[in-house]
């Protein structure tokens, strides 16, 4: 049987990059798109050599042109933390819709089955907790998260009228923070943050009171459930996070032990809108993929210090919010 194809966005990208992984491993032929400004090629330099791996760099809020048979698509390129919103506002919307309707249109082209990566962030600053599929929200549109919750919302929206209108295949993750190797150590997401304070021999900066929650998914559980979900045939969004709820400031307490650094906790404002809780409701997921995740907070944490340690010093020591490669 020949060969299946997947056109993976946002490839050299935390996510996009184990997808990659995971897809290869399958033995599927891989393209992976990336315009690289936050993805790194570090991520994916070990498939190159695969003579079923392909890279494009391209910006897929253009129109995107890919030669050949798709069988799939997974869209995974967006800027995903806080910090990059505000530093790249713009294309944080573009690439949600933008980008979006152009891989719709491709997929049609292609006539191929297509999964877009949609967040937690939808759902805002949650008045009902654990959020289940069904919980519409509650989002901020004009505040510094608007850009990206706002676009992953009309995400969802185009997806589902192609599915409706066009009768696309189409599948929608809602995806709750992941975790796990290859993350930005200077993303500003709270992971790095603490992790990297902590190589540096800085305090960990609790934003607020430490008392807002939030459930972290390692990153093998998470491409799993995403694996899952894109073979299976519902057209519906489906949470794929883990629901092992924690506040920030016990989650430094657990990064403090880990590190065994002997640095403190420090306490900074709170960011406008940051969501006070996030734990996923993963009955569908479980229902309709059998899946859950399997791997705990501890061990995925240990792999993911181990990740960050054996980084280069001088990155490391770069501190700045900046993408690292681009300056
Ligand atoms: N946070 C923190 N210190 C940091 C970075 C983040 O206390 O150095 C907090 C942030 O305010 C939020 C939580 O950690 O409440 C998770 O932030 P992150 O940016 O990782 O993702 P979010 O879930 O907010 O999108």
Known sequence: MARK????????????????????????????????????????????????????????????????????????????????????????????????????????????????????????????SPQPEEYWGNVNPVGPRGVYDEAKRFQEAITMAYHTFHGLETRIVRIFNTYGPRMRLNDGRVLPAFIGQALRGEDLTVFGDGSQTRSFCYVDDEVEGIYRLLLSDYAQPVNIGNPDEITIKQFGEEIIKLTGTTQKLSYKDLPVDDPKQRRPDITKARELLGWEPKVSREEGLKITYDYFKSLPEKEIQHKDFTYYNKH
């Open 5 to 128: 194809r997947i056109l993976i966005t946002g490839a050299a990208g935390f996510l996009g990059s184990h997808l990659c992984d995971r897809f290869i491993k399958e033995d599927y032929f891989v393209i992976g798109m990336d315009n690289l400004i936050t993805g790194d090629l570090r991520n994916i330099q070990h498939l190159f050599k695969l003579e079923n791996f392909e890279f494009y760099q391209h910006d897929v809020s253009k129109f995107v042109h890919v030669p050949g048979q798709l069988d799939y698509i997974l869209h995974f390129a967006s800027p995903a933390s806080p910090i990059d919103y505000l530093k790249i506002p713009i294309q944080t919307l573009k690439v949600g819709s933008l980008g979006t309707h152009n891989l719709l249109g491709l997929a049609r082209s292609k006539n191929a089955r297509i999964l877009v990566a949609s967040t937690s962030e939808v759902y805002g600053d949650p008045t009902v």
